[in-house]
């Protein structure tokens, strides 16, 4: 909403600075984004809490003038010579305005026209460029005529984008005054919250001001009779439902004629984002900007040709299946059978609340005008607007609940204005159909209330103060106050909401940031342990450590992006997704199943990027439930490695390529500090990756997700680089739910321990996890450790044959082990190896 | 009967020969090599005791006596000498061996959280030394949650606020807000009091851009007992900006509008990059956008299954995204979902 100060002075007096206003009105609740000055001096120094834009106008170079004679160019036609005369003296000034050629070669004019002026020196706007381009009038020569200044446009002057012609200001501009000093103005770019609709109009924005300052609100008074015939009897009105339609008014104008409104009617109309179109259509929006009352005008001969010379019934109902009309915009529109429609016996006239038809609308020839003022049902027309894709200045305020008292005052306000402005006679009297009055909701606020609510004492005198501020009508009786909502505003609800609503108000009065903070005192909460966060912070941290960098991926994808996870031909036909009614874009239809695909989307965006790529994220996946509306949400973690081992360095070349064994010791280590115990890689078969290596990964009983390395079939869909991608994808709550509550350790050796070497040879496809199983089954406690640290092949074994090395440590938690004991333990090693592996010891 | 001054003289004479020898050893090698030729199993002195058998009862003493002293004046001969050496040997190690310490030192493979779960985590370490707890909901959630229960009825003009996506299920819908999470809370917890952070990720339907984000996360705080005030939301909300902004800095709050919450207000905290005095980042009104807060609307209250007379609360939201993007200038919000290695390596 856009609030041209000039205006917003018309119903208050105001001495802030335009920041002091702006701060003013944003902590109040009417957030001011932006201020554009039009010829005012914009604010100094260097820091300011709002954005500001616009042209000051210098108070010597540019005024009002008036033109006393327009004189032809002796060499071009499309030039004429203005005699203009600036206060000061008089001079001769070339323009090429086209609305200056009616008067050319009329002699003296008998009605000067009064005109912005900028003379030598001054900075405006360039006309002809598009955008805003300053530039300062020089001295030049055109066409043989001396030209040093210039008779302006809006757009020149920084008021709007028009340059059609140069601005006539209304007759009684005083020739020489400085123009910043007749027209200079400010305009307010406010966003309205959606409970504060009462505030879209300058007099809403200037009664909250007359609420925070405490100066006096001067509403609009009437100016002109309505002494024509009464409108009783010329037009009746028939509301089906009062639900839908609960006060219908209209005013009768006879005699009007439509011409250019005021010259400053229309800057206002411009300043606040709307065009001028007639001083018909004019006093309308004029009246809906003033005070938030949407307003219509028909034809009113037209509606009673359509009656066949009676007087026209004007009837409110919903469309009929299949009831179509053609609104203003000349679109023909398909109308809901929840849409309210002002309609006569003939037909459809208007969508209520949104758009005029185009049929009866008001032409530039109509005389008799009936305006009509109404109030809609805001959710309704909300539902109209969202169904037609109809954005309308009405439309935005009716959709947001505009009061049923505003419909007579700004019917009667605006017959005024458009008397004033179009001519003609305003009927007596109105036609007034009000069904269903609104009943001002009253509510009771205990003076406590306040207290326990927002922590301020205050008693039900100040409380009942502040609300009479803004227009509630008070009474106080011991702690309570009984306040009734102003007939302005409809956001005020009953009961306890009633309450709160009240609350809010008196806070914003208050001040918000003149309610002292404290801490809070109420007592701490039971306080809850929360395993599955904890769990998911620890994995967090210990892939981390284990050098792998977190992702964080959009969890919106299509099937076919996961599909590239799979091979071609795997992919299953009917999976499930839950899909998006109303995707924003062809690549996020449908919420994501597979964290996989997600983070090997991640390795392919950085394949160029880094030598060494390794990531995971935690997060969820989204899995439709058959049973339910919302779908399961497990965690899941993914990780995916590719590219070199180590980083290189300066004497240190790239290492080899990762590889499954990397991939297992990463799960390892997190698995570690988890202190999972009984985690087991079997082989298995997954689509995803490669048939020899894969690993079903099993925690105890339960299967927490495959790992491996990625099927070159699947590879060959990503952009990666040459090194194979080692990932896996794992549920988050199985490891976690296999995480021991407690763990003890083990006490540090006080013993040396015996250290010692053996190799077996074995079949080739007997699985490492086999030897290490019967190796420490032999060795008893005393074997405290077994690591592999060789497998050997070569000719000298045989074909089929590998040779496992693994250093053995044997130790007592209460003696130094003597070397026999230990070569009892490992000859009892070797000889189970044997016999239950046929493992024979290497020599 | 062996000549004993002869036998005396002799170990003199070994001393002399072998100590003078010492004096030319230049390196560890002449040392081992020394050892062993004058203190080794075979050296002269050695053979002396050796040879002590052959000689008479009366003799043994003395020339044992002798030698012994022959074998400790050669060791501590070349124990001093052996330090010597050694000292001299580390001297001109220390001499030679200079790196150039401006090489670049060699990378470990290190990993590192992702910028969200960052943020994510102070704002917990933060409200959780209040004694906000953390309690997580669903991103697929259904409108009433959403909306309904959070005093936003269908067709009500504030559902304008939020661009929704809605899934091909009827009356269900990816999440706006975290704040249906206040319902599952309050449902869970009535008629104790609550004191919980409500984070996760959220959804819009709106173009993206370096401004604007199809997901998100965010925080909530969600406070609800007897006797909570509008000041404790203001005493709440001071701490925390000073916790995370800085223990000086001033904070102030602007009537705002939510369905859920009134009084509601948005919290600016002074400009952290310019303390206030207005540059590019606060677009110079030396205020930051932080926060949206208010008292929790009754009607919430109830549908929690708190008596709106008899309890009161608080809720404040945040975007962790967009608090990061203003301290580490962050020009895109495109970066936080693009997983760029180039912008992950800065956090
Ligand atoms: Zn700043």
Known sequence: ?843 | MTDLPILLQNLTSIQEQALAELESVQDEAGLQAWRTAHLGRSSAVMRVFSDLGKLSKEERPQVGQNANQVKLALEGAFNLRSDELRQAALQRSLQNERLDVTLPGRAPTLGSLHPATQNLREIYRVLGDMGFQVYRARDVESDEYNFELLNIPAHHPARDMWDTFHTLTPGVLLRTHTSPGQIHAMREYAPDPVRVILPGMCYRYEQISARSEIQFNQVEMLAIDKGITFGDLKGTLNDFARRLFGDEVRTRLRPSYFPFTEPSAEMDVECFVCGGKGCPICKGSGWLEILGCGMVHPTVLKNGGYDPAVYSGFAAGMGPERIAMLRYRITDIRYFWGNDVRFLEQF
């Open chain 1, 1 to 843: 909403m856009n609030v041209p100060l000039s205006w917003l002075k018309d119903y208050i007096d105001i001495d802030l600075s335009l920041e002091e206003l702006a701060r003013a009105l944003t902590m109040a609740g009417l957030e001011v984004d932006s201020v554009k000055v039009i010829g005012l001096p914009l604010p100094e120094g260097e820091r300011h809490e709002f954005k500001y834009s616009g042209l000051a106008w210098d108070r010597e170079k540019v005024v009002v003038a008036q033109i006393d004679e327009v004189m032809p160019h002796p060499n071009a036609d499309r030039l004429v010579l203005c005699r203009l005369n600036d206060g000061l003296q008089e001079q001769v000034v070339l323009t090429g305005a086209p609305n200056l050629y009616d008067y050319k070669g009329q002699g003296p004019l008998p009605r000067p026209i009064k005109v912005a002026y900028a003379k030598e020196g001054a900075q405006i706007y360039d006309g002809h460029q598009p955008g805003q381009v300053l530039t300062t009038l020089k001295r030049a020569k055109i066409r043989g005529v001396e030209s040093y200044s210039m008779v302006c446009s809006e757009k020149e002057l920084g008021i709007s984008e028009e340059h059609e012609g140069v601005i006539f200001l209304d007759d009684d501009a005083p020739t020489g005054m400085p123009l910043a000093d007749y027209m200079g103005d400010a305009v307010f770019e406010i966003s309205i919250l959606p409970n504060m609709i009462r505030n879209a109009s300058v007099l809403g924005v200037a009664r909250e001001l007359a609420a925070i300052t405490g100066k006096p609100l001067r509403l609009p008074q009437r100016r002109l009779p309505a002494d024509g015939p009464s409108v009783v009897g010329q037009v009746s009105i028939q509301i089906q439902d009062p639900a839908m339609n609960p006060r219908f008014v209209v005013g009768l104008l006879r005699g009007a004629s439509a011409r250019p409104s005021p010259y400053w009617v229309q800057r206002r109309l411009r300043l606040a984002g709307m065009r001028p179109i007639n001083s018909i259509v004019d006093a309308t929006n004029y009246v809906m900007l003033e005070t938030g009352q949407p307003l219509h005008a028909f034809d009113y001969d037209h509606l009673r040709q359509r009656a066949h010379g009676q007087p026209p019934t004007i009837i409110t109902r919903a469309a009929h299946p299949g009831e179509k009309l053609t609104t203003l915009d000349g679109v023909e529109r398909n109308l809901d059978p929840f849409t309210t429609l002002v309609c006569d016996t003939e037909g459809a006239l208007s969508i209520a609340g949104v758009m005029g038809g185009l049929e009866s609308e008001v032409t530039p020839q109509s005389q008799t005008i009936l305006l009509e003022g109404a109030s809609w049902n805001f959710i309704n027309v909300r539902r109209t607007v969202a169904s037609q894709r109809l954005n309308s200045e009405a439309g935005y305020r009716f959709s947001r609940g505009i009061h049923p008292a505003l419909a007579q005052e700004a019917v009667q306000l605006c017959l005024e204005r458009m008397a004033a402005w179009s001519g003609g006679q305003i009927a007596a009297d109105l036609v007034d159909a009000y069904p269903a009055p609104v009943v001002d909701p009253v509510v009771e606020l205990p003076a406590s209330e306040v207290q326990r609510v927002l922590g301020i004492e205050l008693s039900a005198e100040e409380v009942a103060g502040l609300l009479r501020r803004l227009e509630f009508t008070c009474t106080v009786q011991g702690d309570i106050v009984t306040a009734q909502a102003p007939a302005h505003r409809l956001d005020i609800g009953e009961g306890v909401v009633g309450r709160a609503d009240l609350l809010e108000e008196v806070a914003r009065l208050y001040g918000y940031n003149n309610i002292p903070a404290v801490r809070l005192s109420a007592s701490l909460p039971r306080q809850r342990r929360n395993p599955a966060l904890e769990g998911e912070e620890r994995l967090r941290d210990a892939l981390v450590r284990a050098g792998l960098r977190e992702v964080a991926t959009y969890r919106m994808t299509t099937p076919e992006r996961e599909a590239r996870a799979l091979p071609l031909g795997a992919v299953q036909a009917e999976t499930p997704y839950v899909r998006l009614a109303n995707p924003i874009a062809s690549d996020r239809t449908v919420m994501r199943r597979s964290l996989l695909a997600s983070v090997l989307e991640v390795v392919e965006r950085n394949s160029r990027l880094r030598p060494r790529l390794a990531f995971f994220e935690i997060g969820p996946v989204f899995l439709p439930n058959p049973e339910a509306p919302l779908p399961a949400e497990p965690v899941r973690l993914a990780l995916a490695l590719s590219g070199a081992r180590h980083i290189a360095a300066w004497d240190r070349p790239e290492a080899h390529a990762m590889d499954f064994f990397d991939l297992k010791g990463i799960l390892e280590a997190a698995f570690n500090e988890l202190h999972l115990s009984d985690v087991r890689f079997e082989p298995t078969q997954h689509p995803s990756f490669h048939p020899g290596k894969c690993a079903l990964v099993r925690v105890g009983e339960r299967v927490a997700g495959v790992a491996g390395e990625l099927h070159p079939k699947v590879a060959e869909h990503y952009d990666f680089g040459a090194a194979p991608v080692l990932a896996a994808e794992l549920d988050v709550a199985v490891l976690l739910s296999c995480i021991p509550a407690r763990y003890e350790i083990q006490p540090v050796p006080v013993f040396p321990p015996v250290l010692e070497d053996i190799a077996v040879v074995v079949d080739e496809d007997l699985p490492a996890e086999k030897i290490e199983a019967v190796i420490r089954a032999a060795g008893g406690k005393l074997l405290t450790d077994v690591r592999l640290f060789d497998i050997y092949r070569g000719d000298k074994l045989g074909e089929g044959k590998k040779s496992m090395a693994y250093s053995l440590t044997y130790m007592a938690p209460d003696r130094t082990l003597t070397d026999q004991e230990a070569t009892q333990i490992r000859q009892k090693v070797i000889r189970r190896l044997d016999q239950e592996l046929g493992a024979k010891l290497r020599s």
